[in-house]
């Protein structure tokens, strides 16, 4: 983690980078009439806070400037979940900000925080929640596999947008109906939880993407029935393990 800066500077940074963000979000919101932008400067000027306070962004790279103006705008609805989800991690006991794993890295990282079940790891917008602690060599190896997988899904919503969650609820929608429908075909096996979860979260696309790139698609727990297969043009990579 870099050396940390004057309270001025933080200072400074925070009121900026919370005035840019409001900024960007009252434009994005605009076209749709006075209190949407309202609501959505309020959303990305809130961002801004809570990342220049954290000195989240890197200033000195064009990833930097992209990922706040793309947090503040295009990929707003995903960064006003992960700000509600910031929020809840702060009030909760047990979950711990990591910032030598958040400055100047374009994101916010919680150990411990709210999840959705036990055992995976909840990103929302730039925030990446109930990632497991420790510093010891296996625990930080199975840290840089997280950071693989949950990094890609916040580019995915910096470069996606809205479609974004879109697709996320739309795919679980999808995958409901397909895993219930292949439970009744093949009368009861697998479960139907374990279909379920394979159709609608497994083989979502952006999750299917994230698992290639952190090398543990092969290794999940997706039922083989629904599971996608590895296209053959798409070699693994030996260092993913």
């Known amino acids: 983690m870099r050396g ?18 409001a900024a ?6 605009l ?19 809570l990342g220049g306070f954290r ?24 960064t006003t979940l992960g700000t509600l989800l910031h929020l809840v991690n702060v009030a909760r006991p047990g979950a711990t900000y990591r910032a030598d794993l958040s400055q100047r890295r374009h994101r916010h990282w919680f150990d411990g925080g709210a999840r959705l079940r036990p055992g995976f790891v909840w990103t929302l917008g730039n925030v990446v929640s109930s990632t497991p602690a420790g510093r010891a060599p296996a625990a930080e190896e199975q840290r840089r596999i997280v950071e693989r997988h949950e990094d890609l899904h916040i580019w995915q919503n910096r470069i996606f947008g ?11 929608a999808l995958g409901l109906l397909v895993g219930t429908t292949i439970w009744v075909i093949r009368r009861g096996k697998p479960s139907l939880f374990r279909l379920v979860e394979t159709a609608a979260y497994y083989d979502n696309p952006f999750e299917f993407w994230a698992y290639m790139r952190d090398g543990r698609w092969e290794g999940n727990r997706a039922d083989p029935v629904l599971k996608w297969r590895r296209p053959r043009w798409l070699k693994r990579n030996p260092a993913d393990g």
């Open 162 to 172: 809205p479609l974004y969650p879109a697709v996320y609820a739309a795919w679980f």
């Open 24 to 29: 960007l979000g009252f434009a994005t919101g």
């Open 4 to 21: 940390q800066p004057s309270p001025t500077l933080r200072a400074v940074e925070t009121a900026l980078a919370a005035a840019g963000g």
């Open 55 to 78: 000195q989240v962004y890197d200033w000195r790279s064009a990833a930097g400037w992209f990922a706040f103006a793309a947090d503040s705008t295009w990929g707003l609805v995903g």
């Open 31 to 49: 076209p749709a009439g006075m209190p949407p932008a309202i609501a959505t400067g309020v959303a990305a000027g809130l961002n801004g806070a």
